[in-house]
C-alpha cells in the first residue's frame, strides 16, 4: 500500500466520523422541531416562551421549530451543514441562557447537560463541515467533475451552483 492510500484511508476515517455526529444531532433537533410545529406543541412552546420572557411567544415557537426541524433535516443529509450547525448553536444557546443555566448542569435537574452536547456536536460540525459522506459532496463531485462525472462534466465553468454549493458547505 503506497503513502497516498494510507492517507485517503485516514481522511475517509476522518470523514466518516462526521456520520455519527450527524446523524445524532439531526434526529434530536428534527425530533424537538417537529414537537413544537404540531399545533398543540406550538401553543404549549409559545406560552412557555412568554413565560421565561420571550415575546410574543408562538411567532418565537413556530421559529424555533422550524430552525430546529430543518436543521435537523439538513444535518442528517449532509447538506448545509455549517448554516444547520450555526441554528443549532443559535437555539440551544438562547434555551440555556433564558431556561437551563439557572438550574445548574445536571440534566435530571433542568440542567444544561443536554443543551452543553448538543452545542458541542454542532460547534464540531460547524468547524468540520458534512464530510465526504454527504450530500452535499455528492452534489459538489457532480458540479465539479470529479469521480465518475468528470468525463460528463469536464467542460463545464464554475456555476453560480458550485459558488453557492462552496458557501454552503
Known sequence: MTLEG???GRAAMKDAATLPA?????????????????AEGREQTGRFMESVGIKPGRPWALATGLAEAAAGVLAVAGIA????????L????????RVHARNGFDVAKGGYEYNLALMAIALGLLLAGPGRFSAHEAAEALSYGRGRARRAFRRARPTVLTRALQLLE
Open 6 to 8: 494510507v492517507m485517503d
Open 81 to 88: 451543514t455549517r448554516p444547520a450547525a450555526l441554528a443549532v
Open 90 to 97: 443559535v437555539t440551544q444557546g438562547v434555551a440555556v441562557w
Open 22 to 38: 450527524r446523524m445524532a444531532l439531526g434526529a434530536s433537533m428534527l425530533y424537538h422541531g417537529a414537537e413544537k410545529l404540531r
